[in-house]
């Protein structure tokens, strides 16, 4: 009976023993990221005179642009090549530039003047649309890094043909096409 | 036995098909279609001055005009003064030729745009005057009557004196 007691006691005193462990504690933070969307714009379909040697044929745009951010930037890559007729066997190769009227430095001197902006884009070429941190991508793309600025209003895609390679071709309608392939990446 | 596989491989590939479009797609392609002529003749526009006459592949033309060529080819002209004239000028896109004349005849280069050709003659021996063109046998005249007039006035001064 003694013994029992005991026992009963021994097991009483440990279950009385007061237990300091703590336990880990966390917190789960989640977050979505939403795709990047937007509306690509591309020169229209047009003709193009003969003889013509040097014409605009409009512009590269972005717009209706959500979910960038610094760094997340639209490539846009253009792939062409020359004019080619079904009922002659002449074709007449081009060149497709962008232009622009860019802003130089006035030094010290007060503000500065303009200079033209022609920047060569080869078939596999791209126009890069800067993604920026209120979310939005550059409507027009970066036709000059660095520089001074440049007068958004005056980019233009143009094409130049020689008047020799005119002078070459047989009669005929000629047709070319430019595909212009964009997609969103991220600058490492 | 052999319908079943059928159909289940049938199925598999819809399935597969499936997948692949439900695949994200985040490359866009767009095309800009640009278009040409070129034409399979071009217009030769002769312009003429004086009197003569220009052929082109066989017609000949007295007064300006437009002529249509076929593309890329060479035409000879010939250009032919009437009598008493000769060439004064020949320009090509105004371009002076007129020492390439040769024997009254001028090959052009081939033709891969519209062109002007612009003779002009002159009458031969005419010496260049500055002023009006009176002619000499119109200023004889009038030196003749002139004298005449004098000699008339200077009869009657004569008479009167006496």
């Known amino acids: ?10 097991i009483a005193m440990v279950f009385s023993m007061a237990v300091t462990v703590s336990a880990e504690s966390t917190t789960t933070i989640t977050t979505f990221v939403p ?3 937007y509306t690509l714009n591309i020169p229209a379909d047009q003709e193009i005179t003969y003889g013509t040697t040097s014409k605009s044929i409009g512009n590269v745009t972005i717009t209706d ?20 007729s079904d009922e002659v066997s002449t074709k007449i190769p081009y060149n497709i530039y962008a232009s622009a009227t860019g802003r130089t430095n006035g030094g010290s001197y007060g503000s500065g003047g303009s200079t033209s902006i022609t920047v060569n884009k080869p078939s596999g070429s791209a126009f890069i649309f800067e ?23 005056t980019i233009s895609i143009n094409i130049s043909i020689a008047s020799s390679d005119w002078g070459k071709a047989l009669g005929g309608n000629y047709s070319t096409t430019l595909t212009f392939t964009s997609e969103i990446y991220v600058e490492e | 036995m052999q319908m079943k ?53 066989g ?9 249509q060529i076929n593309r890329h080819s060479e035409t000879t002209i010939s250009v032919q003064p009437s009598d008493g004239y ?77």
């Open chain 1, 65 to 84: 642009s959500a979910n960038f951010a610094d760094g997340k930037n639209v490539r846009v890559k253009i792939e062409y090549d020359a004019f080619k």
């Open chain 2, 86 to 162: 000769s060439l004064k000028t020949a320009l090509w896109n105004g371009d002076n030729i007129t020492s390439a004349v040769r024997n009254k005849k001028w090959t052009s280069p081939a033709f891969e745009q519209d062109s002007v050709l612009s003779v002009s003659f002159e009458r031969v021996g005419t010496i260049p005057m500055t002023g009006d063109g009176f002619h000499f046998l119109q200023w004889c005249l009038l030196a003749v009557c002139s004298a005449v007039g004098i000699g008339i006035c200077l009869l009657l001064r004569k008479r009167k004196a006496i």
């Open chain 1, 131 to 153: 993604g920026s941190a209120n979310g939005t991508c550059s409507e027009f793309f970066n036709i000059e890094k660095g520089g001074y600025g440049t007068d958004t209003s």
């Open chain 2, 5 to 57: 596989y059928t159909a289940y491989k049938l199925i598999q590939f819809c399935f597969l098909i499936l997948c692949i479009l439900s695949l994200p797609i985040s490359v866009f392609a767009q095309v800009t279609t640009l278009k040409t002529n070129v034409p399979n003749s071009h217009i030769l526009h002769i312009e003429l001055k004086g009197k003569g006459t220009v052929t082109v592949d």
């Open chain 1, 1 to 10: 009976m003694k013994k029992v007691i005991a026992f009963v006691m021994a």
């Open chain 1, 35 to 37: 795709a990047a969307t």
């Open chain 2, 59 to 67: 017609n000949t033309y007295t007064k300006s005009a437009d002529v």
